[in-house]
């Protein structure tokens, strides 16, 4: 008998009824990862654009900067309209065009916070080695906004699995060998063993994947105990 999502009491029959108790309820969060992943993606891809437009603009040589006051610059810069639209992907786009129009309402930052922004550039920033390096991030940006997009919510739950795994193969290997370390230095035969158990463990996993976590923990606490029998050399 356990406690469910909802607080109450529950009585489940085996651990496989907790675990898809367990699974409704996770992937919800999963769901809200996936769309705040894609926000600030989206954001993101909003100020590099912008920031990109602003230079061209500034590079051009109908914009000289340096002529105008602030007042000048701010009216400047809502003329050309590099604030509206950072939206427009182009033709070979349509799949961020349909991701920006859909979700932009829900990312939107302030055109003022945008415009305070291009203010604070630094002047070093303006420049044609800068314009570049935007360049090369928003295709970056680009390509992992459509990837996010197009990612089941289940997804992201296995690559967390995944790296729990390898973390998990990580801080049990670091335990054996800290304990074939410990046999050599006693001059004991079994150094290694530890180490070479876990190993045909890993390399098992294609055959017994779910049961790594099981047959390593259980290896270790047997191994912490001195259980574990091995054969002596002649």
């Known amino acids: 008998v356990l406690f469910d999502a909802g607080g109450k009491l529950k009585h489940y029959e085996t651990t496989l009824q907790i675990l898809e108790d367990f699974f409704s309820e996770r992937i919800v969060y999963y769901k809200t990862r996936k769309?705040?992943?894609?926000?600030?993606?989206?954001?993101?891809?909003?100020e590099l654009k912008i920031k990109l437009n602003f230079i061209e603009l500034v590079l051009s040589r109908d914009f000289n900067i340096g002529s105008f006051n602030r007042t000048q610059l701010i009216q400047k810069i809502r003329e050309s309209e590099i604030l509206l639209n950072w939206r427009e992907a182009g033709s070979r786009q349509s799949n961020l065009d349909l991701i920006l129009n859909s979700k932009s309402e829900e990312s939107a930052f302030s055109d003022d916070e945008m415009q305070e922004k291009l203010l604070n550039m630094k002047i070093y920033q303006l420049t044609l080695d800068k314009k570049s390096e935007l360049v090369s991030k928003l295709e970056s940006t680009t390509e992992s906004l459509i990837s996010i997009f197009n990612r089941e919510p289940?997804?992201?739950?296995?690559?967390?699995?995944?790296?729990?795994?390898?973390?998990?193969?990580?801080?049990?290997q670091a335990e054996c060998d800290e304990m074939d370390h410990e046999l050599r230095k006693q001059g004991n035969q079994r150094a290694g063993v530890y180490s070479k158990?876990?190993?045909?463990?890993?390399?098992?996993?294609?055959?017994?994947?779910?049961?790594?976590r099981k047959r390593s923990t259980s290896?270790?606490?047997?191994?912490?105990?001195?259980?574990?029998?091995?054969?002596?050399?002649?």
């Open 35 to 46: 769309e705040h992943l894609l926000n600030q993606a989206i954001l993101l891809y909003k």
């Open 154 to 172: 289940e997804s992201f739950w296995l690559n967390d699995l995944k790296k729990l795994e390898e973390e998990y193969i990580r801080v049990v």
């Open 197 to 212: 158990t876990l190993s045909q463990l890993i390399k098992g996993r294609g055959k017994n994947k779910g049961l790594l």
């Open 219 to 234: 290896f270790v606490e047997k191994s912490r105990q001195g259980k574990v029998q091995t054969k002596q050399k002649r």
